[in-house]
């Protein structure tokens, strides 16, 4: 019994014994891990430091050459607008001392006439004595006597007569020039308007820095997203409160704008909202091209055309023909039109509705076959403008004869708003027309949905149909791209060929 209790004694004691060292043993181990735990975070707070140190000596660099162009360009803006204030400072005294010339010839004429007047009075009674003796010495009467006095002045005098009548047909043609050139001049003074060099970017105004995270969004599929709706490049940047789109075609831009705004006045950024934001965005520009319509025949006091017309009119705002923006440069023209009809003495009505409607079929010319004077006769003619209109506004491109006076005051509003310093850019065109064609490439081939040219053209972005093109072929496609790019297109660098393929599985919960 006595050993039994002994036997329990003891085990109770090696098990309590057995416990305790565990017990010790495994706070000896966590001891070890917990500082082993405080070393790794030491290093990664360490690590962190070096890398917020140079990125805080990147973001001062970049900010130093940000600062430097900015200067550079404010400089370079400083002395645009001196040369301009000193060639209008050249301009005024040009017209000045034209005015000048002016008034003096038209003394010359009046002095002239007068002298006419006089001789005109001379000869009169010369003729009046003349006619008297005739009677007295031959006995004529009035007939045979002023044919007998008219031979005989004109033999004696026939020099001097014609030698006036030069002059007088000289001067005559001299203040007609002079007058013409003084017209145009001040037309062109008028209407001399500035030129917008934001050709190709619009801005979006955020009310913070937040917002342009939830525009890139997780992995970059916010933006990525937008970018394939919309075909505008989208560039974030360090400019405060600010998001620059990018794009050629002034269309796409104003659809991304306004879906931007929505999509930021809302603040639910996500794929399927920015695609519904997206297509409200394509209707709304329906809104804008007929507003511009209106504001344009306003602005030129033409007020009694089609509505469709006007609509119509309205889509040449974001029409561009060698930088210009064409339903300014149609607008300029109306009002250059109005002056000089006004100056001449002309149907003034005729003459700016055939100069705000002369290239009205570039709106719709990459859809109807045709140059955009023939569609802009069709159209005209379709929604029955007067035939005077037709008629003036047909030969302003020299196609169609000048028929009327009104026709060839088109012709030189055209002229002078196109051929003003500033008003064209030849190198932004063909930019332009490169782009397009990177484009249209592109789309050529099949299966292909759309293709947006970005980053200045170098690159471009190619949607693919996946229930058409595999992942294989999406590959060969990227590389036929780029090897038709090479063959057909003259470019500087390099241009990225992506080809994208995504596959979407929507189903709706009921």
Do not use: W
């Amino acid at each position: 019994m006595i050993s039994l209790k002994l036997a329990l004694l003891v085990a109770t004691l090696a098990g309590g014994l057995g416990f305790s060292l565990g017990y010790i043993i495994r706070i000896l181990i966590a001891l070890g891990k917990k500082g082993s735990l405080e070393i790794d975070i030491r290093k990664m707070m360490v690590s962190a430091k070096e890398e917020a140190n140079h990125a805080v000596l990147k973001a001062e660099e970049q900010a130093a050459d940000t600062l430097k162009n900015a200067r550079e360009e404010v400089k370079e803006r400083e002395e645009n607008i001196k040369k301009t204030e000193e060639r209008l400072v050249k301009k005024e005294e040009f017209l000045d001392t034209r005015q000048t010339e002016t008034d003096k010839q038209i003394d010359d004429v009046n002095k002239a006439k007068l002298e006419i007047e006089e001789n005109k009075e001379e000869t009169e009674k010369a003729l009046e004595k003349a006619e008297k003796e005739l009677k007295r010495i031959a006995k004529l009467d009035k007939k045979e006597a002023q044919f007998e006095l008219f031979k005989k002045i004109e033999e004696e005098e026939e020099e001097a007569i014609n030698s006036r009548l030069r002059k007088l047909e000289i001067a005559g043609e001299d203040t007609v020039k002079r007058a013409s050139q003084e017209i145009l001049a001040i037309s062109i003074q008028r209407l001399a308007t500035s030129v917008s060099s934001d050709f190709f970017t619009s801005s979006v105004h955020i009310d913070s820095e937040e917002t342009k995270g939830k525009i890139i969004g997780k992995e970059g599929r916010n933006i990525k997203t937008f970018e394939k709706a919309t075909g505008v490049e989208v560039i974030i940047d360090d400019t405060p409160n600010t998001i620059t789109l990018s794009s050629f075609d002034p269309v796409r831009r104003a659809i991304a704008k306004i879906a931007l705004d929505a999509l930021i006045k809302d603040g639910r950024i996500q794929p399927a909202r920015i695609e519904k934001e997206v297509e409200n965005a394509r209707k709304e520009i329906g809104k804008i091209v007929k507003e511009k319509g209106e504001e344009a025949t306003y602005e030129c006091g033409i007020l009694n055309l089609d509505p469709r017309l006007v609509a119509i009119l309205g889509r040449l705002h974001f029409r561009t023909s060698y930088g210009h923006n064409v339903l300014q440069h149609s607008i300029e023209c109306s009002h250059i039109a109005g002056i000089i009809a006004e100056e001449i003495g002309v149907n003034v009505r005729v003459a700016k509705t055939a100069a705000l409607l002369h290239d009205i079929g570039k709106a719709l010319d990459h859809e109807v076959a045709g140059t955009h004077v023939e569609i802009g006769i069709k159209l005209l003619k379709k929604f029955d403008v007067h035939d005077d209109i037709i008629r003036a506004m047909r030969a302003h491109h020299e196609e169609y004869p000048y028929d009327t006076v009104e026709s060839r005051i088109v012709q030189t509003a055209d002229a002078i708003s196109g051929g003003r310093p500033g008003a064209r850019k030849d190198n932004i065109e063909s930019y332009t027309k490169r782009l397009a064609e990177l484009e249209q490439i592109a789309t050529s081939f099949t299966g292909v949905e759309k293709a947006y040219a970005l980053q200045a053209g170098r690159e471009i972005r190619v949607f693919i149909n996946p229930a058409d093109i595999g992942d294989v072929e999406a590959r060969n496609m990227a590389r036929d791209i780029a090897l038709k790019i090479e063959s057909e297109l003259r470019y500087p660098g390099e241009i990225k060929v992506t080809v994208i393929r995504e596959t979407r599985a929507i189903e709706v919960a009921r």
